[in-house]
């Protein structure tokens, strides 16, 4: 299963495959019947001690005229290109710029810091078009003139600064934005930007066997946007280091589930449109930002225990069996996880099961992405130690995505092996075998190419193997609990984490570690 070849989603896809796993057939090839004006609302019941979710009417502004009732939105309807604002002239030409992350050196924007984005999503699912508007709450950090978004492809209507037009140009990913006035350092505004099109996945070079971002597939929309593909369907700044809160409101289709991060705070049916509206009140990366529609039946399964995370998850209505009995494990992971780490982070958590084969899963905060060849107990467990170690700790630069990814892949061995009762010491020992087999390289300095490739997922799980067995359980268990709570709701890297481990278990311990993290051959022993 492991070489230098196969990233962990090919060696899922062929594990799942090994498994029999058969597709579940096309679901949404009919556009769903429209009916007269029926109103549902459903939602989320917040964990205990956490106040109620609002109830108030989703107020869904998009920048179309009103659709007929009933009707779905023609992709006419979207404005042609003839009729957008010219392109303006007056900022001068875009560069490429970016926060300078070491390996996505153009993603992201500096001079602001977001707080909050509110995304209203107008969907038209029978021709795969968005009419959208995305307002930003964000404070400035420096004096500016101008600053920038990230969105890639899309028609932008208007931006608009504090509620005055402001002027705007585009080049590649970078939507330049000139407000009417400038911003002085540390006041707080508001940007919101009106677009529409056709959203269409990017290839990022991170992740060479899955296109990025907004997909459409099997009448199924959904987003798989690590690392950088959020830019296909919403204006951002598209960088971990700045973490937001959101509220995404997905109008679609009467018949239809829209489902998104955190708790559902309305669900309201007019005209045989029906509006899901989605609230993310804890700090989310831009890349865990999650859409899924389809005709999806929500299992609800209540608090974990009072006080504790909701766990809803959502299956193909035509599911079989099999694959609700797979989530059934979700409850243990968490407890499983919780005992290491501390309580779960956020309010909810559910698994979202494609209609179809992924070859991976993605850990979309708090609504995990799988295909239905990946709802399997180690992954399940995997997606869920992100939670943690990836979303509620994030790393500050994609060449950190070991300490997404060994971590959540040394607590996912872990599970497995407890639940397959096997000793987990004699499992690390054969995987430092299959390593040193494969010559497994370094997961620090890795190329892009390697993002998601096995020196990140399992030699840095092994990283943390050697430094367990060098300072006993107690001292690596407190470290990792440490490592989580300094950086929970933020980001980290690897300096902090040597700090920390020279802090708890002293020098020996960090030449350890920097010895599986940076030197290119394997050490030889665990
Ligand atoms: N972070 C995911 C995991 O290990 C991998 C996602 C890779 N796929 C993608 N389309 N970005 O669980
Ligand atoms: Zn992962």
């Known amino acids: 299963m492991l070489s230098r070849a196969l990233p962990i989603a090919t060696a899922v896809a062929l594990l799942a495959a090994a498994c029999g796993d058969t597709a579940v057939d096309e679901v949404l090839d009919t556009a769903p019947a429209t009916s007269a004006a029926v109103t549902t609302t459903t939602q989320d019941t917040a964990p205990a001690t956490t106040e109620p979710p609002t109830t108030s009417a989703p107020t869904t502004t998009t920048a179309a005229e009103e659709p007929e009732p009933g009707a779905t ?16 002239t007056t900022l001068p030409p875009t560069e490429a710029e970016g926060l300078g992350d070491s390996l996505y050196p153009f993603l992201g924007n500096g001079g602001y810091d977001v707080l909050h984005y509110e995304i209203d999503l107008d969907v038209n699912p029978a021709v795969n078009a968005i009419s959208a508007s995305t307002t930003i709450e964000a404070v400035a950090v420096e004096d500016l003139e101008t600053f920038n978004l990230d969105l890639s492809g899309l028609q932008v209507h208007s931006v608009a600064v504090d509620g005055s037009a402001a002027e705007f140009s585009r080049s590649g990913h970078e939507l ?51 690392p950088s593909g959020s830019m296909t369907w919403f204006p951002s700044n598209n960088h971990p280091t700045d973490k937001a809160t959101f509220e995404i409101a997905i109008v679609v289709p009467e018949g239809l589930v829209a489902a998104s991060n955190g708790l559902l705070t309305s669900e309201t049916t007019t005209g045989g449109r029906t509006t899901f509206v989605w609230r993310m ?15 999806f039946e929500r299992i609800d399964s209540g608090l974990l225990y009072e006080g504790g ?46 209609p179809f084969e992924l070859g991976f899963a993605l850990e979309n905060q ?27 700790v994030a ?14 892949t040394y607590l ?5 092996s407890a639940e397959a009762g096997t000793d987990f010491n004699d499992d690390m020992a054969n995987l430092h075998a299959q390593l040193v087999g494969a010559g497994i390289g370094p997961p620090r300095g890795i190329v892009l190419e390697d993002l998601f490739g096995p020196s990140v997922y399992y030699r840095g799980a092994a990283t943390l193997h050697a430094l367990r067995l060098h300072t006993g359980d107690e001292t690596f268990f407190e470290i990792l609990r440490t490592h989580y709570d300094r950086s929970a709701g933020g980001t980290t890297n690897t300096a902090e984490f040597l700090a920390l481990v020279d802090e708890m278990a002293g020098l020996d311990a960090v030449d350890l570690v920097e010895s599986w993290l940076y030197d290119e051959a394997i050490p030889d022993a665990l």
């Open 73 to 88: 939105p023609a992709p006419e309807e979207l404005p042609a290109p003839e009729e957008l604002p010219a392109p303006t």
């Open 176 to 226: 330049s934005i000139q407000p009417a006035n400038s911003l002085t350092a540390s006041s707080a505004f508001t940007v919101n930007v009106v677009y529409s099109g056709f959203p269409e996945p990017l290839d990022d070079p991170g992740v060479p066997f899955f296109r990025s971002g907004w997909t459409q597939r099997e009448g199924v929309i959904f987003t798989a946007s690590e």
């Open 281 to 295: 009140d804890d700090p989310m990366a831009t890349y865990l930002a999650a859409v899924y529609i389809g005709d």
């Open 309 to 354: 995370p909701l766990l809803r998850d959502y299956v193909p209505s035509d599911s079989p069996p099999e694959v609700v009995d797979a989530l059934a494990v979700t409850p243990d992971v968490i407890t499983f996880l919780e005992e290491m780490l501390g309580p779960y982070p956020f309010d909810v958590y559910g698994t979202m099961v494609m």
């Open 366 to 392: 708090t609504l995990s992405l799988h295909g239905n060849d990946t709802v399997i107990s180690w992954i399940i467990a995997h997606e869920v130690a992100h939670q943690w170690l990836g979303n509620s």
């Open 395 to 408: 790393p500050d630069d994609w060449s950190e995505i070991w300490m997404n990814e060994g971590f959540a």
């Open 412 to 416: 996912h061995l872990m599970f497995q």
